[in-house]
């Protein structure tokens, strides 16, 4: 009670103080969250690129629906010749939003793709149906779609929608085809969430649609795909997987897995300097304040200091209690930082959700980090007052008063 008392002595500035561990606090969980959720995108990046192989047309051709080349069945299904290799699925990819400025989350675009059921006993990240069911690989005019996917465009399952989404612009000659959604993914935090899974004939289906118009009726893409997925065996090196799949399968290119996931972990990097950097802004606005007020608090009591010292208040006594009014001090501003915080967080997820753009994910790490953060800032920031306080010499300071 004391101490509660001893803080309300001077309220005006230990609301300043407060306010300045507040804003400390609050500028950590909103760059925090940022870095969460990009982290959380990264991470689930490198999980699943870190698991497979990524195969695609060796010709760099310019035919494909992102700019790539095709490749065929047959080469796919000779991938699966190649020792060490557990499963290949082949792998199409259309954008979902073709001829307009897709609104993307951390750079992924809203996409369509195949999904084959029995690529999810290999790969790292699971897909959960969170509700409805998942497609199956016969699967004709249906959908599965991704969390974000899902609320951007309002559907739920049973609804139907008009794949790939016809833009204001679009050309006279654009194509679409409604599909009924039969299942919605579980959020990831990664790029399933953005997408919407169709079967492989359906995804050959779209993929001949982005092709020239003068040569689209010319090409059969139910024998064509964007690339493959590949899946070692268990104990399988993949960096020497692929390199052993381009010297045997003639046409492809192989990616080894430690370069997309280095190139991953080289994009986190960024956010967390951001983060680092929050955290000194916080460090260095909350501990001034918290150091300066605790001084002022030393030196205006000094004559209670002395009276309690004088009556037999021990040095550890007097160093706690300083302590733990700094302490508080940095709780209180770190409690209303992190409160603004997820409610500033929570409020402009809530608002760019339609748009598919959620900036921040508030995950219990960076809500611990917070609160050790705030708790550990005020200790830190109070042990030079209250070492001051309680070596105090109570004759003096009864003289000094």
């Known amino acids: 009670m004391e101490i509660i008392r001893n ?66 069945l047959d080469r796919v299904a000779a991938l699966e010749q190649v020792d060490g290799v557990a499963a290949a699925f ?65 559907k739920n399952v049973g609804n139907t929608i008009d794949l790939p989404i016809r833009a204001k612009d679009a050309p006279p000659d654009f194509v679409n085809h409604s599909f009924t959604v039969v299942g919605i993914l579980a959020k990831t935090q990664t790029a399933p969430d953005t997408g919407a899974y169709v079967s492989l004939t359906d995804a050959q289906m779209l993929l001949k649609e982005t092709l020239p118009v003068s040569i689209r009726n010319s090409i059969d893409t139910t024998k064509l795909v964007n690339g493959a997925t590949v899946y070692g065996r268990p104990g399988q090196d993949l960096d020497k997987l692929a390199d052993k799949i381009n010297a045997e399968v003639p046409g492809v290119k192989a990616t080894k897995p430690s370069v997309l996931v280095a190139s991953f972990n080289a994009g986190g990097a960024i956010f967390t300097a951001i983060t680092t950097g929050a955290a000194l802004i916080a460090l260095v606005v909350g501990g001034l304040s918290v150091i300066n007020t605790m001084l002022m608090a030393v030196t205006e009591r000094v004559r209670e200091i002395g009276l309690k010292k004088a009556v037999g208040a021990k040095v550890g006594h007097i160093l706690r209690e ?41 995950s219990w790490r960076l809500v611990i980090v917070a609160i050790l953060f705030s708790v550990g800032l005020g200790a830190a920031a109070g042990i030079i007052p209250a070492l001051r306080a309680s070596r105090m010499d109570p004759v003096r300071a009864l003289r000094a008063a």
């Open 7 to 72: 803080l309300t002595r001077r309220k005006l500035r230990n609301i300043l103080t407060i306010s300045g561990i507040v804003i400390g606090v609050l500028a950590l969980v909103t760059m925090g969250a940022m870095a969460e959720k990009f982290n959380a995108l990264l991470a689930g990046g490198a999980t699943y690129f870190g698991s497979n192989v990524q195969v695609a047309d060796s010709s760099g051709g310019a035919i494909g629906a992102f700019g790539g080349g095709l490749l065929t």
């Open 90 to 154: 082949p792998d199409v990819s259309v954008s979902a939003k073709p001829g307009s400025t897709n609104t993307v989350s951390f750079g992924i675009p809203d996409y369509v793709s195949n999904l084959d059921p029995r690529a999810n006993d290999y790969s790292a990240v699971k897909l959960q149906i969170a509700q409805g069911r998942n497609i199956t690989t016969s699967s004709t005019g249906e959908v599965v779609l991704g969390s974000d996917f899902a609320t951007e465009f309002k």
């Open 322 to 362: 300083y302590l733990l009014e700094a302490v508080l001090i940095g709780s209180i501003g770190g409690g209303i930082g992190l409160l603004l915080g997820w409610g500033l967080t929570s409020l402009i997820n809530a608002a760019t959700a339609s748009s598919n753009l959620t900036l921040f994910l508030l």
